[in-house]
């Protein structure tokens, strides 16, 4: 049987895929290449075209023999969403209720969706818990809410057994060098640091000195995003097994502040990487660290790649071998 992977050629998704292909899984990719890269694919089958198209979901599901999904597809910029929140509700919340419904034609009703610490919004403590409310501050995160949301009505409905993850901060690259974090346009602090040390940018823009921590910039909490794919196993598997639907935070457990995350890629890279203070960005949270226990216990999850400096140093070999990414 095999996984249906959406944004499969995506940052997070395509090393989920590479995960899924070393388990010796069969995957199957929908992606509209819009964020996606080709060359992101290490395997599996593509079919290239978005999730609002009825009729090329229907052709997938019928051509394949699937059992799971894993959705990843979405756009995912909180700048933007506070922009065109048109877009996030139109491609994210639109775009899964076509997943679901040709999910739910085609009778595969296991469902791993890619969520965030941005359903929580300003958190009410830290570290944050599943449990905790869930009041975004931006379109985004909202969009992700409201597609948790939308599935779970879908297992009321129809049977529907999912896992949703919400991811804190994503970074580093697969060990292979073969994939790694490449947006157009860049928005992340540990590419865009790496890119300041590659002298590609003049310097680093630090958002805000004056939050209410130790050194007064923003603290969160980076996960591998080898890591991170891992946990998508774990959860298909859950699912394969018959258990319940349930949502699980994955971080870390520790929290970075800015400057230390410029102070280690110093260090990792051995370059100089110029600063700049700057204001803060809107709709940036102070704190965002995660209680990742439920996850560990639960699906037996082990994040074993997520030292920062081991993230940042894999990101960087990445950055070094490919300083244009995939360049298509
Ligand atoms: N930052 C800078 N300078 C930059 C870029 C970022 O100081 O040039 C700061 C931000 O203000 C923030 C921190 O670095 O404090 C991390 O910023 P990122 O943009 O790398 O990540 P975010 O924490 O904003 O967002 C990430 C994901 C989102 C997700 C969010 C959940 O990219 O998709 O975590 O909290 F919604």
């Known amino acids: 049987m095999a996984v249906l992977v959406t944004g499969g050629a995506g940052y997070i998704g395509s090393h989920a895929v590479a995960a899924l292909l070393e388990k010796g899984e069969e995957v199957v990719v929908v992606d509209n290449l819009q964020q996606g890269h080709r060359a992101a694919l290490l395997g599996g089958v593509l079919y290239e075209g978005d999730l609002r198209d009825e009729e090329l979901l229907d052709r997938v599901f019928r051509e394949n023999k699937i059992d799971s999904v894993i959705h990843f597809a979405a756009n995912s910029l909180v700048g933007e969403s506070m922009k065109l929140p048109g877009k996030y509700y139109h491609n994210n919340v639109y775009g899964t209720l076509c997943l679901l419904e040709a999910m739910n034609r085609a009778d595969v009703k296991r469902i791993v969706f890619s969520s965030t610490a941005a359903t929580y919004g300003e958190p009410e403590q830290v570290p ?152 803060r960005r809107a709709g940036d949270p102070a704190v965002l660290v995660a209680s990742s226990e439920k996850a560990r216990t639960e699906l037996g999850w082990n994040p074993r790649r997520s030292d920062l400096e081991n993230i940042i140093g894999s990101a960087w070999k990445w950055h070094l071998d490919r300083p244009e990414g995939y360049n298509d």
């Open 128 to 279: 944050i818990r599943e449990t905790d409310r869930t009041e975004p501050t931006n379109a985004y995160g909202e969009t992700k809410l409201a597609m948790e949301k939308m599935i779970r009505w879908f297992e009321v409905a129809h049977e529907f057994r999912f896992v949703s993850l919400r991811y804190f901060n994503a970074a580093g690259a697969h060990e292979s060098g073969r994939i790694g974090e490449d947006h157009s346009p860049e928005t992340h602090l540990v590419p865009l640091v790496l890119q300041a040390a590659l002298g590609k940018r003049p310097h680093i823009s630090v958002f805000g000195e004056d939050y209410p921590t130790e050194d007064g910039s923003c603290v969160r909490d980076y996960i591998h995003v080898s890591d991170l794919a891992d946990a998508h196993i774990l959860a298909v598997e859950r699912l394969r097994r018959g258990e319940g639907s349930a949502v699980y935070n994955l971080g870390n457990g520790f929290g970075f502040s800015v400057k230390q995350v410029i102070d280690i890629a110093r260090r990792v890279t051995g370059r100089e990487i110029p600063v700049v203070m700057e204001d």
